[in-house]
């Protein structure tokens, strides 16, 4: 082929001049239409690359629609494909002129090469005009059927092209079939993979609505097509395989041979250098060793040295992408990494989005053997150029003093921390101290006598000088010059900026009054008028309130503001154990690169077939509330917000006025949300928790209940806010798996009919929802003449025939009676 | 599945742009432009390669100064989208001998050609540079590498290397050479990356090596090859610690912690004799790669010195000792220290006859530059710096200071002492004789020396 003549009027052909060249080039293409003359095709190749490059950097050149169809009428395979291209780009705003394409691209369907007949095939499901699809239909099934594997890859995408413009016209030509039959009898791979994607996107866009859908995705995550897809696994591209490979993370084994099975046949694409292949591997390996503890540790051990190596290799961004998902490993079982510590450590070539994860790492694995070194890697760290990155090491070795590995030793740092003076490494410091303190008030002497050092005029930053000052309001019997320095920075309330370090002033100068109230007098008068004075609400308010409840009672005031105080033993996990969990579910996903479940980032119709969505707002509410939605996404956003930081604006509150945020109080005063929060992150063996939460712990079959001890209410009530509510509050009292019988599966067509099931004994449900086979259900039932809920979560899986129950219960001493009572009620279901 | 696929230039210029389901709204590749240029998330100033705005997730990988990103709706595996996207770079690379910003413009309507093929509806279909020959009818016009910026490993051996014609690492895999005639042959490059950390006193924190077997083959018929690496060659560690420096130092025999390799690679005999079997498809590819963290001869020793000298001065010694034969020369050598914030200038002495070295102080980032343009094995360079503070010095000034950080390229070296002992290809015919070229080369990662 002869090299393009290159055009007079632009050197490069991809930057176009302008918009006038729009009408110019029309004008040359109507010339050239019907030329036949030598070197026409060389003019027009450089016309239609000229007009391309302009489509690229976004000028409208569908005005010369007409002209380039015109030009069409060519043999050259490079004109006709630019040609297709403009097509497929402006037919959607041009369908009248479209129609003008239809006849030249379905001659091509015809032709003789095979590769025109895909091109032209795929350009022709690519037009995406309603009033067109008549004309697709023909085409298609001739091209399903082509000999050549390439017009079958080209025809069994442009089935789901079809669909998507047209579905009715999908359906009533069969190709979902057609599709089905040749998935199972292509002897080219790329076809099978095709129509397995084609499949895919089709039924899951009508599981909701379709019970034929149901059946047909439970029949493709069935053990015919995994075991048909698993045999020829090789034949695959590494893409296709990657599609067969998360098939068959969804893929429930009937026994543990056949698990062992499919992990031996997999085991060598652990090797391959395609990270997607291995990470999709991984999650089968993870997924079906869910139930069996100990091969599941073993997987992690099997996984590790893949991983690392994929870190190693590849582009940044590839090993971002490994990272991110190691990074979820060493969270769920840090102390399966511990010794692996030393490549978390940061490199100096790393980008700052690295090294934030490994510093995570790094302060998740701490433990007795390596906090030593840890520590000191991290105080390398804190001195560093790249200022964000040097907090954020400072962070981290408080968080691992706070794990409480070692702290005599870790104090001892981070007060030589104070001595670097450092703008920004006193700052995060203080707010370091300030933490510990809470959890260890026995260090206070140390500290106090390094923070004492501390000029308050040297901190700007809002957060650390709010430690600062709750430091010198907490302990202002210790520090000599506590009163004067409070007296000096109320003075200067004016040019104090920021609402939170003012709210912290006023709260410790209350303290320090109630301590050495003759020195104080006069700052906590000064405090108290200029926060009255204050236009910050909150600032006012509580300057208000602490006015008020002087005049009222000083003995009462000093309760409120300086009640005694038990140490934190735990800090708030800043994400539940259920997002956690969620996250695990969804791995090899964008998921774990954000650390949200995918319902957090993806639009409802976006959303697979399996990631049926467990907030209470996505599904149907079961009682005649109607519009009740209730907004679970909000709650989680809560949840994510750092409450170690953000809760030291409240606490002060302790005692018996405190919300239920605070962090301040023995866990038995904690009244609401934290319980579970804290309980999930308390230092249990990982993986154990793993699987309790999990629900996988217990295998066996159920065994027969004995006669239930509990009776319950027949009517009770509850609205879904307050079971949205007692939800989040309430941690797992019990966890089990259950099987149901085969008549139960049977009936379960629905939700409907396990709901009213349920109903006659007792159990309401409140919500429900997901697809075939997987159904999700909320119920909750009140004991006999008591107050006490129970709230149930059950997963029932037909394809298995097995429930994952998780109860919690207002009386936990009643909860394993009411699992008892709930899992004989489950497996009567379809036999009455 | 992916909605769409562009290439941006540096500046945020459309230079390639394809829809593929017309998903996600025209104006996405610069909303992602805006984002990635202004990136101001979590404290950190750069957009990691995957983010999310309204529901669209961009992901993208930046290869030659240019960015290829894809879009999606869909909760994707990103490492199959970031592989996927690196791929159609290389693929594209293949295509046209030399990937930058010019060789795409020139030849969009090739790389159109290629992505038709690559994604079809947003579904990864083949990314074989080979099986793409039958549908890309586009001759690529060639772009003359010679006046480029060198870039990727391929460049490293433009340098140094007499024996290797420059350019043939840049040519395409469909191009024919002027006389009609193609040439035959195939490059296999060893390459390293190594990172070590030096403590203060001098001794080795940690060192790690990731180094990857490159192919690339120009050979007609794709014949059968045997790779045969070194006889002793262990895979995997028994012990928990990978870490341990005691074990197998001095025995001399290579063992790597882990490794993968290529679909093609035949694994059967490598259990045996640590001989590779493939058929190489086209193109560039990654035969094996390879992690080492077992200890090593660092190629460079560094020491760092800052002293007070003055009460607002200070005096800074670097020194580079290359632990090497005399036969090899590294090339572009950098040696970075962050100084003290509050550092106002920087006087250098090099040492007496010093060629081709340069020093610079550069004041946005407080840091001290070395270059040197090479350094031949067993020789010593030293620098010396005098700093003026614009304040008294309080405190350890060590502590605000370093760590020193290098950068540089060893050609014909290898720290792993992995090797290639021969390289055999399957006969066609007597006369078959197709060139071949082993190279080896190291390049710094992250190679740091604290104060």
Known sequence: MAPPVSAPKSASPSQPSGKSEVTD???????????????ADDAKRDLFKRVISCMTVGIDVSPAFSEMVMCSATSDVVLKKMCYLYVGNYARCNPDLALLTINFLQKDCHDQDPTIRGLALRSLCSLRVQNLVEYLVAPLAAGLKDHSSYVRTVAAIGVLKLYHISATMCHDSDFPAALKALMLSDPDAQVVANCLYSLLEIWTQEVANSEEA????????????????????????????????????????????????????????????????????????????????????????????????????????????????LHLLVMRAPMLFSSDYKHFYCQFSDPSYVKKLKLEMLTAIANESNTYEIVTELCEYAGNVDVPIARESIRAVGKIALQQYDVNAIVDRLLQFLEMEKDYVTAETLVLVKDLLRKYPQWSHDCIAVVGNISSKSIQEPKAKAALIWMLGEYSQDMMDAPYVLESLVENWEEEHSPEVRLHLLTAVMKCFFKRAPETQKALGAALAAGLADNHQDVHDRALFYYRLLQYDVTVAERVVNPPKQAVSVFADTQSSEIKDRIFDEFNSLSVVYQKPSYLFTDKEHRGPFEFSEDLSNLAIGGDSGDDVIHSAQRYEENDKDLLLSTSDKEENGGPTHNGSSTYS????????????????????????????????????PALPPPPALSLNAKPVLDPGTFQKKWGQLTVSSSQESTLSIQGVASLTAPQSLIKHMQNNSIQCIASGGQPPNYKFFFFAQKEGSSSFFLVECIVNTASAKAQIKIKADDVSASDAFASLFQSALSNFGSS | ???????????????????????????????????????????????????????????????????????????????????????????????????NEDSIRKNFVLVYELLDEVIDFGYPQTTSTEVLKSYVFNEPIVV??????????????????????????????????????????????????????????????????????QMKSYLTGNPEIRLALNEDLSIGRNGSSLYDYRSSSGSGTVILDDCNFHESVH??????????????????????????????????????????????????????????????????????????SYTMRASFELEAGATGQTTDFKEGSRRLEWNLKKIVGGAEHTLRAKLTFSQEIHGNIAKEAGPVNMNFTIPMYNASKLQVRYLQIAKKSKTYNPYRWVRYVTQANSYVARL
């Open chain 1, 214 to 325: 149901a059946r047909e995705i439970e029949t493709l995550y069935g053990k015919s097509i995994i075991y048909y897809l698993l045999n020829r696994i090789k034949d695959f591209s590494e893409w296709a395989q990657c599609l067969v490979l998360d098939l068959v993370s969804k893929y429930i084994p009937a026994d543990n041979n056949e698990i062992f099975d499919i992990m031996n046949l997999l085991e060598d694409r652990l090797q391959h250098a395609n990270g997607a292949v291995v990470l999709a591997t991984i999650n089968v390996f993870l997924h079906l060793t869910m139930s069996m503890t100990d091969v599941h540790q073993q997987v992690y051990e099997r996984i590790k040295a893949p991983l690392l190596t994929l870190v190693g290799a590849g582009s940044p961004e590839q090993s971002y992408a490994v990272l991110c998902h």
């Open chain 2, 267 to 340: 694994l059967e005999s490598f259990d045996v004799d640590r001989t590779l079997s493939l058929i190489p498809p086209d193109g560039e590819f990654a035969v094996m790669n390879y992690r080492m963290t077992q200890e090593f001869k660092p190629p460079f020793r560094v020491t760092a010195l800052i002293e007070e000298a003055g009460s607002s001065r200070a005096e800074v010694i670097l020194k580079i000792r290359a632990d090497f034969s005399p036969n090899v020369t590294a090339n572009t050598i950098t040696v970075q220290m962050p100084v003290p």
């Open chain 2, 144 to 213: 003359d590498a010679g006046r480029l910026p060198p870039l990727g490993p391929a460049a490293m051996f433009m340098q140094g290397t007499k024996r290797m014609p420059g350019t043939a690492v840049t040519k395409s895999v469909v191009a024919t050479e002027p006389g009609g005639k193609k040439r035959e042959e195939i490059f296999v490059d060893i390459i390293e990356k190594i990172s070590v950390t030096f403590s203060s006193s001098g001794y080795i924190l940690t060192s790690e090596i990731d180094g990857t077997i």
């Open chain 2, 1 to 99: 599945m992916i909605a769409q696929f562009f290439v941006l230039s540096q500046r945020g210029d459309n230079i390639v742009f394809r829809d593929y389901r017309g998903e996600v709204a025209k104006g996405s590749a610069e909303i992602f432009f805006r984002k990635v240029k202004f990136w101001k998330e979590d404290e950190a100033e750069e957009a990691p390669p995957v983010f999310n705005v309204d529901g669209v997730n961009y992901i993208h990988v930046k290869v030659a100064g240019l960015f290829f990103v894809a879009t999606s709706r869909v909760n994707v595996s990103p490492s199959l989208v970031l592989e996927l996207l690196q791929r159609i770079a290389r693929v594209t690379k293949d295509y046209l001998g030399v990937l």
């Open chain 1, 666 to 701: 023995a866990p038995s005063d904690v009244n609401s949300s934290l319980t579970g929060l804290v309980a999930s992150s308390t230092s249990q063996p990982a993986t154990f928790a793993i699987d309790d939460l999990l629900g996988l712990g217990v295998p066996d079959a």
């Open chain 1, 25 to 39: 080039l029309k004008l040359q293409l109507r010339q050239l239409a019907g030329s036949r003359a030598p070197g």
